[in-house]
């Protein structure tokens, strides 16, 4: 594997995962990581650390906004539409959960966030696992044939 200039092995293993990923995993791994800047976030309020929140708060709110922009509006219909209204109130909850201190929205979120990225890791298993039941059947006609 070729990694980058000065990145860590754990900075290279994600940027190898991000390069071989399906746009349906690409998708479980921006909400992974807005799972992950959600649990910072509520460690940095639990522990009144308003500086660490703001930034790991910063970066559930751009995850937020990569999620809406990757989102096919041509040929996405009715479902891109309710994701860009769940996106959205996350983005406000996320504002007022932090404004107001309320831990439980941010976890609220957090909980949101993965059992969104569940379905899109399912949606990959299932899409892969019909590539593959379809390249063996083409393999074994090429066989047989």
Known sequence: MQGYPGGNAADQYLVQRVQSASPEQLVAL????GQKFLNQALVAMKNKDIPAKARSLNRVSDILIELAARLNHQEGGELVGNLIRVYDWWMRELFEGSQRNQPERLTMIRNQMGE?????????????LAHASANTST???????
Not at 30 to 33: F, I, P, S, T, V
Not at 119 to 128: G, V
């Open 30 to 33: 921006l909400l992974e990581g």
């Open 116 to 128: 969104m990225r569940d379905t899109w890791e399912e949606l990959h298993r299932k899409k892969y």
């Open 139 to 145: 393999n074994l006609d090429e066989l047989i044939g």
